[in-house]
């Protein structure tokens, strides 16, 4: 058998599983090899670059656009991002809206995390003058949240991952 340039990629996502449906979700989203572009963690403090202002702008933003989203904390971490996304019931987000909404498109996990990245990298890219250079890498992780158990212990993991950042999976020493 022949091999192709574009090898096929196995999907580390649950088969059959409606990533669109209400629940909380745990993401990781790495930059493309694994470049430290966001900034710096001296003394358990992260210090965002401007590049990582970016980034935390664009995730803090993504509820404007999404009306069945929410962020449940996040941090950006100097070659990562970590955050928990809500996505509510369609129900929900119409009851926000309004007594009688337009239609409301139910986005999912992967639209969420696809226009986050594009829209970050497309500022990033801006910013540095370097159009079309890959800022992340190719998907993301999740892991779907089902207990109030796991919610805290992930929030509390997100609160404190610049303090243990030399111990971090995604820590590159330079």
Not at 44 to 68: E, R, T
Not at 71 to 89: A, C, Q, R
Not at 115 to 142: D, M
Request: aromatic share 12%; glycine share 6%.
């Amino acid at each position: 058998m022949a091999q192709t340039s574009n090898p096929c990629r196995q999907s580390i996502r649950i088969p059959n599983y409606d990533y669109a449906q209400a629940g909380m979700y745990f993401v990781t989203i790495c930059t493309h090899n694994r470049l430290p572009l966001f900034g710096t963690v001296s003394d358990g403090v992260m210090h965002l670059s401007a590049f990582g202002k970016i980034v935390q702008l664009a995730w803090m933003d993504l509820p404007n656009h999404y009306s069945n989203m929410q962020s449940d904390g996040f941090v950006v971490m100097p070659n990562h991002v970590h955050g928990i996304i809500t996505l509510s019931s369609i129900e929900r987000t119409r009851e926000k809206a309004g007594l009688k909404p337009a239609p409301t498109r139910v986005h999912g996990l992967f639209e969420m995390v696809r226009a986050f990245k594009t829209f970050s990298a497309k500022r990033i890219n801006q910013l540095r003058q370097t159009s079309g250079t890959s800022i992340w890498q190719r998907g993301y992780y999740e892991h779907i949240i089902r207990s109030d158990e796991s919610y805290r212990t992930i929030a509390e993991y997100i609160k404190t991952n610049p303090q243990r950042w030399l111990e971090d999976t995604y820590y590159v020493g330079l």
